[in-house]
Structures are given as structure tokens and as C-alpha cells.
């Protein structure tokens, strides 16, 4: 017979039970940085287009507007600013940025604003980190 839940999550060794991480958690911490990222950007003078635009190309965590420019936001939460920066994959850049002409063509009254891509990077218990041009549309 299977191993009763309880009984298995006792019988891994602490170290794996310490380090281990629900996706609800995740998920969790990824809106909470979204949120303040949504937060700093605004005290700089962006205005909210969308947050968590999801497209089957890929998803954008938020559309901001300053001026005549959009910016198409990626939101990097990890331990070190360094590890967030990392993690700007190529892919990563290439989803946002298909996301962002598929969005483009949905909304038609933004054709003429000039599009930029930015990150900012979240460390906890630290100011976010806004990167203006962090890549560009490949």
C-alpha cells in the first residue's frame, strides 16, 4: 500500500523539507512583486495599461504609459539583483516581445506610441530596480 502523506513528508530528510516551495507561494510572491514594481513605477510617472496580459505568444506583467511611449515591463523577483538580471533569458525576451505585437494589433489607438521594454528587478526588503531598454524586440 502507498506511504501515507504525513508519514512521507516526515521521512524526507529536513533539508529537502526546508528549501521545498509550493507553486501557490510563487505565484504569490510573483503578484506581490508585480504589485510593488506597479507601485514604484507609478511614483515615477507611469500610468497602468494592463497588468498580466496574456496572449497564446506569451505574457507581458505589465503595460505601462509615460508620454507617447509604452513600455512593456518584465518583473524579475529573486534573492539578489544579480540573479534577477540573469534572468532575462533570450526566450523569455522573444515571448514578451511577440506578446507586445500581438497587443499592439489588438489595440490600435497605442499603433503610434513608441514601444521600450524594461525590467524591474525585486529583492526583498529592498528598492526595486528599474532597467529603461532592458532588451530590445528581436
Not at 529537502?16 to 507609478?42: K, Q
Amino acid at each position: 500500500p502507498p506511504m501515507p502523506a504525513d508519514l512521507k513528508a516526515r521521512s524526507m530528510p529536513v533539508r529537502w523539507r526546508l528549501n521545498r516551495r509550493s507553486s501557490t507561494t510563487h505565484h504569490r510572491r510573483g503578484l506581490v512583486a508585480e504589485h510593488w514594481a506597479r507601485v514604484y513605477l507609478a511614483l515615477k510617472g507611469y500610468r497602468l495599461v494592463a497588468r498580466r496580459y496574456k496572449t497564446p505568444l506569451g505574457e507581458i506583467d505589465l503595460i505601462m504609459r509615460r508620454g507617447r511611449t509604452l513600455v512593456c515591463v518584465e518583473v524579475k523577483a529573486r534573492p539578489t539583483y544579480e540573479n534577477a538580471a540573469a534572468s532575462l533569458h533570450p526566450a523569455n525576451q522573444a515571448r514578451v516581445a511577440r506578446a507586445a505585437q500581438l497587443f499592439l494589433a489588438h489595440h490600435p489607438a497605442y499603433a503610434t506610441y513608441h514601444v521600450r521594454f524594461d525590467a524591474v528587478l525585486i529583492v526583498w526588503y529592498s528598492w526595486p530596480r528599474h532597467i529603461p531598454h532592458a532588451f530590445a524586440a528581436p
